[in-house]
Nanobody, 122 residues
Framework: QVQLVESGGGLVQSGGSLRLSCATS????????MTWVRQAPGRAVEWVAG????????EYAEPVKGRFAATRDDTKATLYLQMNNLKPEDTAVYYC???????????????RGQGTQVTVSS
């Protein structure tokens, strides 16, 4: 059974940083591309970042490019999202997800965690 458990969210001031983690189990993590998505109140789910198996390549949505970085530790079966220079518009629930077709750039996912709340105050 695939399990994805996010952590690391919280309240941060604009310009601050957070590092999200996603602990996984139930599948061979090292063999799979992973993605991060987010959902702000009243808005659709937005794809944020993708990372291929092995850690590269990575891809980012335009609004977060240059500020966010997705990495992974296959020995710990854990995915990370380093978020720097956070802005109020980054406020959302962040989820890690397994993308459709094991493609790091896919905007469709087949499994998703429960999410972690990120709130950025101005």
């Amino acid at each position: 059974q695939v399990q994805l458990v996010e952590s690391g969210g919280g309240l941060v001031q604009s310009g601050g940083s957070l590092r999200l983690s996603c602990a996984t189990s139930g599948f061979r993590f090292a063999n799979y591309a992973m993605t991060w998505v987010r959902q702000a109140p009243g808005r659709a789910v937005e794809w944020v970042a993708g990372i291929d198996s092995g850690g590269a390549p990575t891809e980012y949505a335009e609004p977060v490019k240059g500020r966010f970085a997705a990495t992974r530790d296959d020995t710990k079966a854990t995915l990370y999202l380093q978020m720097n220079n956070l802005k109020p518009e980054d406020t959302a629930v962040y989820y890690c997800a397994r993308p459709l077709d094991n493609w790091y750039s896919s905007r469709v996912y087949i499994a998703r965690g429960q999410g972690t709340q990120v709130t950025v105050s101005s």
